[in-house]
């Protein structure tokens, strides 16, 4: 389980969603979830060490008389409130001898022993795979049957084990019960909280055999791993369409089904994604409930505002170890290696293709639906984003609020003023992975990498023929279209292109041509 980035609210939902919730955790985009083996703490409805209370025999089954004053959640004995107990106040009596971590039972510190000796007595008889506990060899089990015996009451959304229902049953009630002693953020499950903790401590366990790359936690080990082998074990039914993982093949078959199980708590209308589900229940609301106290900027959710925070000051305590580079931010870092990797973990599960962050792929994924909710008063140009139509209102008004401190020039948007500061400082950040060559903009790297590739992604409708970049498809074009709108002022004479016009030009002012 992670918690990064912009996507986590939905990270279980298949029903509706509402933003009238508590202030939303960032989204994961779900890669692979980690086998419920390697969850080292579970809350179990029984622990071996109060088995010996026996209940009330006049207690009804479905009575629980004990709540707990925190949470307000109910129990049937006493003892099973005082476990409970423990969550809120952090206690975890029983420790490790090996390793020093502590555990809320003795039972969870039995099975955790297993971890350090390898330890796995229970294996399953139709795959042969081993797990350190009865229970969880029950509910592996149940991924060759297909049972879901535990059903949310709320959405009818089925699932393997109880534990998985009482985690999903919290996007519901809106219910965060763990929380950060650091930073106080609140999470669904012990599962986010401790891969949260990794942010603080810097401990990443998962580590990748073949590079040594490190990970916080496993669902971001295995599709790095996929980079190494470039498997694609998962294939459509329908189209043959090959894809890393499971769950980008099961958002590529909505493209078959047209099913759309997202629905917008809102207005109910439906979506095939999670990604574009955001994006639309965004239009909902403009409240910005956290404001900037230097600036006054307001922001949707408190982590954004964090990171805006951040720009206040010129503190840069994290470097890049490739070029030198440094960041405010250890997030805004990660991002910046995959410049030097080219690693591209987040991939559209409509049609595979992947890129170096979530910002990137979640502009992507509006290619796929022709929705755009905001439009141009003065134009009618439609966008999917507010902050897209900002950007355009200053083309209307010429409004350039982002000026070079270098040279004065002014911009439209932020992100064309730090194109072009890379002018002033020779910033060459994009390097080819195949002959070392160096560019300022990414752009620039991507044409220059189908050199090398042969790649040519621009095909010419009348012809057929293939290019490389936009630019020499569109002069392509004019030798089908006979347009010539370079015109010389002097003789009235047309031209197909630039540089045939300067040449000609030269006749009148008696250069040689």
Known sequence: ????????????????????????????????????????????????????????????ENERPFSCETCGKGF??????????????GEKPFSCETCG?????????????????????????????????????????????????????????????????????????????????????????????TCHMRIHTGEMPFKCTSCGKSFRNRSGLYPHMMTHANEKPYSCGTCGKRFRQKGTLTSHMRTHTDERPFSCGTCGKRYKNRNSLIGHIQTHTSEKLFSCGTCGKGFRQKEYLTSHMLTHTSEKLFSCGT??????????????????????????????????????????????????????????????????????????????PFSCGTCGKGFHQKNILTSHMRIHTDEKAFSCGFCGKRF????????????????????CGTCGKGFRCQSSLTVHMKTHTDQKPFLCGTCGKSFRWQSSLTGHMKTHTGGSE
């Open 440 to 459: 300022r903009w990414q752009s620039n790297l991507t044409g220059h990498m189908r050199i090398h590739t042969d790649e040519k992604p621009f095909l």
């Open 323 to 400: 070029c030198g580079k440094r960041f405010r931010q250890k997030g805004t870092l990660t991002s910046h290696m995959r410049t030097h990797t080219d690693e591209r973990p987040f991939s559209c599960g409509t049609c595979g293709k992947s890129y170096k962050n979530r910002n990137s792929l979640i502009g992507h994924m509006w290619t796929h639906t022709s929705e755009k909710p905001f439009s141009c008063g003065t134009c009618g140009k439609g966008f999917h984003k507010k902050g897209h139509l900002n950007d355009h209102m200053r083309t209307h008004t010429d409004e350039r």
């Open 76 to 89: 049937r004995s006493k003892s099973q409130l005082l476990f409970h107990m423990k969550i809120h106040t």
């Open 101 to 193: 971590k502590g555990f809320r039972a003795k039972s969870q510190l039995l099975l955790h022993m297993k971890i350090h000796t390898d330890e796995k007595p229970f294996s399953c008889e139709t795959c042969g795979k081993g797990f350190r506990s009865k229970s969880q060899l029950v509910v592996h089990m149940r991924s060759h049957t297909g049972e879901k015996p535990f059903s949310c009451t709320s959405c009818e959304k089925r699932f393997t084990s109880k534990e998985n229902l009482t985690d999903h049953m919290r996007i519901h009630t809106g219910q965060k019960p763990f929380s950060c002693g650091t930073c106080g953020k609140r999470f669904y499950r012990q599962c986010s909280l």
């Open 1 to 60: 389980c992670e918690d990064d980035g912009i996507f986590n609210e939905l990270s279980n939902q298949e029903g509706n969603f509402t933003l009238k919730q508590e202030e939303p955790e960032p989204l994961q985009i779900k890669q692979e979830p980690e086998p419920l083996e390697i969850k080292q703490e579970q809350e179990e409805p029984q622990h071996q060490e109060y088995k010996e209370e026996e209940k009330d025999e006049n207690t009804a």
